[in-house]
């Protein structure tokens, strides 16, 4: 358009108005809106706006209280106000209440390695009073961190897992699941963590490929089995004389061995021996017959090395055979062992087909010991020593470091077959990031598989059930979670350490455990009233209340207090009952739980196990899973791999509502590549974005729409296409949100903006927006659509932008709802009364048409005929049915669609054809058109016709 040297124009061109500055300066201009918000009571004020509006909710999933809030957190935290901005605007009462999880070993952990030393010194009480100033602390700081994004909540009055009233629901949750005799005490394996010397469930673990042992171990027969295996025919009797007869197991944990009481075979699976030499010693070793290939070539046995036996047998004929340990010097528990017995869980995948049973340390290893009365025995202590009960050439060793030991002792005694090494997934502790150990301790456990009292199922089989009443978002959740459901062991609920909530359990002195519904909620009223940290410092009759009826047997003279604390786990699986049910009243299920994809195994099912033991339903409609945040080629981002992105960082540098239109623009259901290249990339699109609002803003900033606003019937006909454009992105725009589709949602509005507005509508209008008379139809028929784009753009844009959209709403001389805050205003809705399709093929067939008169425009200009479309004149050749199009749409809003001076039309019998030249007319120096009117006025000889009526009137 002219510049400032086109004479004295410029003063009567209508040039764009708006205090909506180009640049954003969103880190500083951030900071002083989020202050204006708080001081303002934003979230209140929507609040109360929404009140006796149907509600929605969506429940938060409570992180860890430790640290700085990184990047995983900042696609969390976003995706979710995105969802409850929409909701609230489409109309919905929509709270959202953060929360925290205070307990727990992370928040443990660093408090003691912060203490040192110091730590030995001190009890439980002192610890757990240092470990909740250090939640307090990063409540407050991720707090801040989180409505730096942008985020809207209740952020005053946060949950937060270490208040009384939220360990009481914890409590009375737990109250309920014990009267319907789902927990339960008793000595098994679990998971161990060594280096924090506390049981773990399967959500704490993390699993790592590990190099670990590959053993194969003779363990001798005993006499009476050795006759046995003759009679079978199995072995033969002059071998029997001349061998030694074993039986050959496998094992990748070598410090296991210490542990065995038995070992397995399957009934139905048929067995050989196998006679070789070794050492100088003759060997017979009972193997599994599938498995004799692997074995000899295991033990590296050449041909003619070794025979196999004619006979075999089902492994059903080999129970109850006895075996001497190989290094084990008598039975070292008070029941039966070193036996042969059977299990259906053998395969013969690999090892030898025998597997080595050691009942302390393994699940399906303890049920067999269980059905075999063998002891669940353990000789390994907290710290992961060998206790007393071990050989003494192993006491006090870590069993995490003596399987070289345990070899090379094998090896002494001539019953190491073979060795090697073994790449396999192995369980890591989430926290020490060691491996853990399947240990035999005493814990409380919830069973999954008994029957629920007053139900007649078990918690499995309700839960597999309701997970298909249940909304997965993306699909492939409903199969994740229910085949972790199928396989998961009952849930060990206790942990050997001080911050916590404690389990409410007492027990006498000769071991009974005082635990009912009753003492539960006994307990949760004392704790609700004085706080967890009451149990360390109150007496049994002080919690339970004088008035309480102990069962018989019990006397409060002799009652203990448990000392374990709940898995933080159940404390945040109960948050639906603790925050939305019991403090807040809302309806049970809510709308939807939000989180990364790893709390299928963590948070949504461990909030599904209670609820379903307390109210027999799941305690959310929908569940959405995001993706981690990876690096650009897909790795784990870690501060010691250099690839970590510094959230704060990236806020300080490109303000949060880049890292909000970054989060919107990916699809979360995949693992997130970010970077800060990746980020700052994202500052483009939000320029192109910015760049429409403020042009919308510049060209409606006289425009007053009550008096003069256009009707749809008289717009001009490209302001007519606008508007239908509009109504197309409302209803994509709407139905993307309401499926959570927020990748589309921006590239809607994205394209619509670079598109749809940048490349045609706005491009075109320039020239009669500018130049056109201020009041004239024209003009004002380009600013209603503007009006309507604009209003409808800034109040779609407000869940991702949030702090641009206020600002523009803020900018916005009049808007289509009298509310001080975008955040505050309702979503747009599709114009029902606008005909979407009527028009479609007639402006279809119209953009073809521009887009090869602008091809040719392009030869022109890369040929240097002409520097602008505005110097071209075009020529369409056209049939009879472009030629009626053209002539009803008009040949001069055509030359306007095409931004050129003047388009002729020719009839032609063919194929519709473009010619262009340099228009032979002189150039309008106001509006730049070339124009034939230019030059007709005496007085104005370098204005067109159409100019010169505007400065007339001016």
């Known amino acids: 358009m002219p510049e400032d040297k086109s004479k004295s124009y410029r003063e009567t061109l209508n040039l ?25 009571g934003i979230y209140g004020k929507i609040r109360a706006a929404r009140a006796g509006s149907a509600l929605y909710v969506l429940h938060d999933g409570p992180p860890y209280a430790n640290g700085d809030i990184h990047m995983g957190h900042v696609v969390n935290k976003v995706l979710k106000d995105l969802v409850v901005k929409y909701k609230t605007m489409a109309g919905y009462d929509s709270p959202y209440v953060p929360g925290w999880d205070c307990h727990g070993l992370p928040i443990e952990s660093k408090v003691v390695t912060d203490l040192g030393e110091a730590a030995r010194q001190m009890d439980k009480l ?14 407050k700081i991720q707090s801040r961190q989180f409505q730096e994004l942008g985020v809207f909540g209740d952020f005053e009055r946060p949950y937060l897992t270490f208040k009384p009233q939220y360990e009481a629901g914890i409590l009375e949750v737990f109250a309920e699941l014990v009267g319907k005799g789902l927990v339960y005490k008793q000595l098994k394996p679990i998971h161990w963590s060594i280096g924090c010397e506390t049981a773990l469930a399967e959500a704490e673990l993390e699993y790592k490929d590990i190099s670990s042992p ?31 007869v074993c039986f050959m197991i496998w094992t990748t944990t070598p410090w296991t061995l210490a542990a065995n009481l038995a070992i397995a075979v399957h009934p139905y699976l048929e067995y050989k021996a196998i006679s070789y030499e070794q050492h100088g010693t003759r060997f017979v070793s009972v193997v599994g017959a599938e498995r004799l290939e692997a074995i000899v070539a295991a033990g590296r046995l050449g041909e003619g090395e070794y025979s196999v036996g004619e006979k075999s047998v089902k492994g059903s004929e080999l129970e109850g055979l006895r075996y001497e340990h190989p290094y084990v010097e008598g039975n070292p528990t008070d029941k039966d062992a070193f036996m042969v017995i059977l299990a259906e869980y053998v395969t013969t995948e690999d090892g030898t087909g025998l597997v080595h049973t050691a009942p302390g340390h393994g699940l399906e290893d303890y049920l067999s010991g269980q059905k075999y009365g063998l002891a669940t025995y353990s000789p390994v202590m907290d710290d992961g ?29 001539g019953l190491l077959f073979a060795e090697g090494e073994i790449t396999h997934s192995y369980p890591h502790c989430w926290r020490s990031k060691g491996p853990v150990i399947f240990r035999a301790t005493e ?16 918690l499995r089989d309700m839960a597999l059930e309701s997970v298909g009443q249940v909304r997965w978002i993306p699909g492939w959740g409903r199969k994740r979670i229910e085949g972790m459901l199928e396989s998961r062991p009952d849930w060990c609920i206790s942990r050997q350490r001080s911050w916590g909530l404690p389990i409410p359990a007492f027990v006498d002195s000769e071991g009974g455990a005082l635990l009912t519904k009753e003492s539960v909620l006994a307990v949760a009223r004392h704790v609700g009233e004085k706080g967890s940290n009451s149990w360390f410092t109150d007496s049994p009759r002080e919690i ?34 603790s925050v939305c049910e019991r403090d807040a009243g809302w309806p049970s299920p809510v709308d939807l739980y939000l989180e990364g994809s790893d709390q299928h195994r963590g948070w949504f099912q461990l909030s599904l196990l209670p609820a379903l033991g307390m109210k027999g339903r799941a305690p959310f409609k929908s569940v959405l899973t995001h993706g981690f945040t990876v690096d650009e080629k897909g790795m784990k981002q870690s501060k010691s791999l250099g690839n970590y992105v510094n959230a704060q960082e990236e806020v300080g540098k490109y303000g949060a509502d880049i890292l909000r239109l970054w989060v919107a623009s990916v699809n979360y259901q995949e693992d997130v590549r970010c970077s800060d290249e990746i980020i700052g990339r994202t500052q483009d699109a939000y320029r192109k974005i910015r760049n429409t609002l403020r042009y919308l803003l510049g060209n409606i900033d006289d425009f007053e729409p009550e008096k003069d606003t ?35 949602v921006y590239s809607l509005i994205y394209n619509f903006c670079t598109v749809q507005m940048s490349s045609i509508y706005m491009d075109v209008l320039k020239d009669r927006m500018y130049c056109d008379g201020a009041e004239s139809l024209s003009r004002r028929s380009g600013q209603t659509a503007m009006y309507r784009i604009l209003d409808a753009l800034v109040r779609m844009l407000a869940p991702i932008l949030v702090h641009t959209a206020e600002e523009a709403w803020g900018a916005m001389r009049v808007r289509s709802q009298e509310v001080e805050s975008v955040h505050l205003a309702t979503m747009p809705e599709v114009d029902g009364s606008i005909d979407l399709e009527g028009e479609e093929a007639q402006w279809e067939r119209l953009m073809g048409l521009r887009d090869e008169v602008l091809r040719v425009l392009e030869g022109l200009r890369r040929e240097k005929r002409i520097a602008s479309n505005q110097e071209a004149s075009v020529t369409l050749n056209c049939g009879q049915e472009d030629a009626e199009l053209l002539g009803g749409f008009g040949l001069e809003a055509f030359a306007a669609l095409c931004i050129v001076s003047e388009v002729k039309l020719q009839k032609t019998a063919g194929e519709t054809s473009v010619a262009a030249e340099k228009s032979s007319h002189a150039k309008c120096q106001r509006c730049w058109n070339y124009w034939p009117s230019v030059g007709q006025d005496a007085e104005h000889r370098d204005l067109c016709e159409r100019c010169l009526g505007v400065i007339g009137n001016h």
Request: with cysteine; aromatic share 14%.
């Open 16 to 40: 764009p108005k708006t205090n909506f500055a180009m640049k954003a300066n969103l880190v500083g201009r951030e900071p002083q809106m989020r202050k204006a918000w708080a001081k303002g």
């Open 126 to 139: 002192a610890i757990r009073k240092e470990c909740m100033k250090y939640a307090s602390k990063y409540v």
């Open 214 to 244: 590959s053993i194969y171990v003779n363990f001798p027969a005993g006499p009476d089995a050795v006759e046995k295996l003759v009679s079978l025919g199995l072995v033969d009797a002059e071998q029997a004389e001349g061998a030694k």
């Open 385 to 413: 020593r060998y206790d007393e009960t071990a050989p003494d050439w192993l006491r006090g060793l870590n069993v995490l470091e003596v399987d070289g030991v345990v070899n090379g002792r094998l090896r002494e005694l």
């Open 443 to 458: 814990q409380w456990f919830i069973s999954v598989d008994r029957e629920v009292a007053g139900v007649g199922r078990s």
């Open 544 to 577: 339970l209340g004088e008035d309480f009826e102990l069962p018989e047997g019990f006397t409060f003279a002799d009652l203990k207090k448990e000392e374990n604390i709940f898995d933080v786990w159940f404390e945040a699986g109960c948050s639906w009952y």
């Open 710 to 744: 256009v009707t749809y019937g008289r717009m001009f006909e490209i302001d007519r296409w606008a508007v239908r454009q509009l109504q197309r992105l409302i209803g994509e725009v709407t139905q993307a949100y309401d499926n959570f589709m927020f990748h589309r």
